[in-house]
């Protein structure tokens, strides 16, 4: 019994699966590319899971000592299957290590960022999504507006999702912005 016990997934283990196909899932949207102009590379797939996860996060941080071990969970999921997708893009296996550490670097840099963009004004969270998703590729105006808009709308969202049903492994996104134009108000 003890040794069935060693292989068992945790009821935490199988929330962070279910929440971390969720966030892929919505990652993985046309839209964030075709529309917004997201680089439709290795490291603009990265950004767009990474901003995704990093939602799902902010909200169980609300309740950290109920959803601590969930939100380890979720991390580990994340970077156990970006050390797997490296593996089968065919980095060495000496080199995949440094390039994980690389991107769980990156993505602690994102979670500080869109913490602190989230509590400031329009502009700084704008600042924060051109530096981290787009960066020398910056489109105008427009796209990172309807980015930080989409980011702003999906906090408050999961705000009023229930605990439980995180706890549970689930959640949704609602659609992909649209791109504004850049004199358009908001």
Avoid: W
Wanted: proline fraction near 5%; glycine fraction near 10%; hydrophobic fraction near 45%.
């Amino acid at each position: 019994m003890a040794l069935a016990n060693l292989f068992r997934r945790s009821t935490e283990t199988d929330a962070a699966h279910r929440l971390y196909l969720e966030v892929v899932k919505q990652a993985r949207q046309p839209r964030f590319f075709a529309a917004l102009g997201v680089p439709d590379t290795v490291q603009g797939r990265f950004e767009m899971i990474a901003l995704h996860a990093f939602l799902v996060l902010h909200r169980l941080k609300r309740h950290h000592d109920q959803s601590a071990r969930l939100a380890q969970e979720l991390f580990d999921v994340m970077f156990d299957d970006m050390d797997r997708n490296l593996r089968e893009m065919g980095t060495g296996d000496l080199g995949v290590g440094k390039r994980v550490k690389r991107l769980a670097e990156q993505f602690y840099g994102r979670i500080a960022a869109y913490e602190a963009g989230l509590a400031a004004d329009e502009a700084g969270l704008c600042r924060a999504l051109k530096r981290n998703i787009y960066g020398a590729e910056a489109p105008d105006a427009g796209p990172v507006r309807a980015m930080a808009d989409y980011m702003r709308r999906e906090a408050g969202a999961l705000g009023a999702v229930p605990l439980a049903e995180l706890l549970a492994g689930r959640v949704g996104f609602g659609p992909p912005p649209v791109s504004r134009r850049p004199g358009e108000k908001l």
